[in-house]
């Protein structure tokens, strides 16, 4: 969504925040600004569409000189909310009188009132954005102290915010406060960058402050002073970020999505080492921060999350109830503080995100430890918000991901829940050599995750034939329902092919209307229990003139006649086949949205990480 990007240094700064918003371009947004300060003066330049067109305007409206010469500024990304997405609802607003800029992530809920309040004070607007509102209010709380006035300001709004401002009456700093929506901070020499996210940093200094909640800071070149809203200095810890530029990088692939897909051998490795022990026959996954205990104890274990995350939830659930003897369900993170969830202490509620940062994820993590449940979090982003509130959980190691399709985090995201299923089960039900057997099946995963991605040219011929269609249905019975899910959300997300995932049985009680001569079905006919089940509804699809595109185990050639045509991956266990068969899906959609000439990494509409309810 929305990216923040800041610069107080030695000279520069419009550079520095060009190449920060590049980096925050994966995050999904569609219009781009940058202020800078210059000679007691703000300057401003915004552009509709991509951050090139923004550079472009930038250079045809300042002089060269200024490049050189402006040591401060603040830049934006923005994912239209309130207003569409105009130049003049572009960030940076500026409040009344000029001087003060700002750039703003999050929704301000009473901006209507704030509005009404300023106008009957004379301010006049020109945007229908909530953040040039929350700009005026900051101007009119401005007494000669800019820090003052934000603090005096962000006490009257309600909602979230994550936000920068730059006045051309105080220019040696920033202000910079979040509650809600993420602000980290990179210290350099002579030089402060911040950012929304620490990908626009990395290139520039690994060592980061993560601002918490109700948190503003006052940053200068060198220092960085940090205080909550009721002025108290408050204390946070430099930090190290965990990987460098390169990492952030397409690495020789044409897309990041594809990068990302061919990363998972070495980020499921990741994901898995030192977290088997193969003499109990569990798994060791310290920030779970339980005794076995507490995990026999448990009744119930409720998986939230959006999207992706979400499906790689509903794979969590067959593994705890099939591995652990544990009842499992998963929840739509969106719908869980509304419906009052029944909650209790021996119920663990695990969210599951890949940033950290999702809204809806976080305020389900808030509504369980209000009602005393057993909370962890399964997070891609070290330091993110929801793996700070939750306090335990386990940390996915997939590395950044910036493709705004999410592939090798749902993998992890997937193996991280199976090793916790292994203890669990270990604890509830799994004899040692049981526990051995299946820790050696999660040893195996990247292995065979390698045979599907080394497809790739194969899987790439499938999909031509793919690419023209409009409409597609991916089904699938027990753990490979969910992957249905996933391969029809990606393809949609990546090629705008209107897609449905459905458990198979459920292809008949009306989606089966829509098939024609020739409609594409992907199905999951993995060598699984309920396989003959599987093969008996393809069959009413091709009855019906339906083409099958069959996911099927190498060497099962009787189920491969049934298919129009194939892929197939290693034989494996059931669960464990989730993995190499969503492997396959990835590549699939991959492959038709290329063909299609769509936009992959950054999908229209789509933001990677949601920060609105
Ligand atoms: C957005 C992204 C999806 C992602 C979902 C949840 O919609 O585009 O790829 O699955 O958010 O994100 P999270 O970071 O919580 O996993």
Request: glycine share 8%; hydrophobic share 40%.
């Amino acid at each position: 969504m929305c990216g923040i990007v800041g610069y107080i240094g030695k000279a520069d700064a419009p550079t520095v925040l060009m190449n920060g918003l590049r980096r925050l371009e994966y995050r999904g947004y569609d219009s781009a600004g940058i202020a800078i300060l210059d000679d007691e003066r703000v300057l401003i330049a915004k552009a509709p569409g991509k951050v090139s067109k923004l550079n472009e305007r930038a250079h045809a409206d300042w002089p060269s000189s200024l490049f050189q010469r402006a040591s401060t500024g603040i830049a934006h990304t923005r994912w239209a909310t309130h207003g569409p997405p105009t130049e003049v609802n572009a960030h940076p607003h500026l409040d009344q009188s000029g001087e003060i800029a700002l750039v703003h992530n999050g929704i301000i809920e009473n901006y209507r009132s704030i509005r009404a309040r300023l106008e009957a004070k004379g301010h006049h607007f020109y945007s229908e954005t909530d953040t040039e509102v929350l700009t005026h209010l900051i101007g009119d709380c401005d007494k000669g102290d800019l820090f003052q006035a934000v603090c005096d300001a962000l006490h009257q709004v309600e909602g979230t915010f994550g936000i920068a401002v730059i006045s051309a009456r105080e220019p040696d700093k920033i202000i910079t406060a979040r509650r809600g929506s993420p602000i980290v901070i990179g210290v350099g020499e002579g030089e402060t960058i911040l950012a929304s996210d620490a990908s626009a940093i990395v290139a520039y200094t690994q060592r980061v402050i993560y601002l918490d909640d109700n948190d503003i800071a006052i940053i200068t070149k060198d220092s960085i002073d940090i205080r909550d809203l009721n002025n108290i200095p408050v204390t946070r810890e430099i930090a190290e970020l965990a990987f460098d530029a390169a990492a952030a990088e397409k690495g020789g692939f044409d897309h990041f999505m594809l990068k990302e897909i061919h990363e998972q051998p070495e980020s499921l490795g990741n994901a898995i080492r030192g977290r088997l022990d193969f003499n109990l026959g569990s798994s060791v996954l310290a920030g779970m921060g339980t005794s076995p205990r507490d995990l026999a104890e448990l009744s119930r274990i409720v998986l939230v999350g959006c999207g992706t995350s979400l499906h790689a939830g509903m794979v969590g659930e067959y593994a705890f109830e099939d591995l652990a003897d544990v009842h499992a369900e998963v929840q739509q993170a969106a719908e869980f503080r509304y419906r009052n969830p029944i909650l209790g202490s021996r119920d663990m509620v695990v969210a599951i995100s890949q940033s950290g940062e999702t809204a809806d994820t976080l305020a389900a993590v808030r509504e369980a430890n209000q009602k005393g449940a057993f909370v962890m979090s399964l997070c891609n982003v070290v330091g993110s918000t929801i793996a700070r509130e939750t306090g335990r959980g386990v940390y996915l190691h997939a590395g950044p991901e910036i493709s705004v399709a999410s592939t090798k985090a749902f993998t992890c995201q997937v193996v991280v829940l199976l090793m916790m299923a292994l203890r669990l089960g270990r604890g509830r039900r799994f004899s040692r050599d049981e526990g051995i057997r299946f820790a050696r099946e999660i040893e195996s995963i990247p292995m065979l995750v390698a045979k599907v991605v080394a497809q790739n040219a194969r899987i790439a011929e499938v999909a031509a034939d793919y690419a023209k269609n409009e409409h597609a249905f991916f089904i699938g019975r027990g753990p490979m329902f969910p992957v249905a899910l996933e391969g029809a959300l990606k393809l949609k997300e990546v090629s705008y092919i209107h897609a449905e995932g459905y458990h198979a049985a459920e292809l008949k009680h009306g989606p089966i209307a829509l098939l024609e001569q020739g409609t594409p079905i992907i199905a999951l006919a993995v060598d699984i229990p309920g396989k003959d089940k599987m093969l008996g509804n393809i069959e009413e699809c091709r009855a019906r003139g339906a083409r099958i595109l069959g996911v099927i185990t190498e060497g099962d050639h009787e189920t491969a006649e049934c298919m129009d045509d194939f892929i197939s991956i290693p034989r494996c266990h059931p669960l464990v086949a989730t993995i190499p068969a969503v492997v396959a899906l990835q590549l699939f959609a991959y492959h038709v949205a290329r063909l299609r000439g769509c936009e992959i990494d950054q999908p229209r509409n789509l933001a990677k990480s949601v920060t609105v309810e």
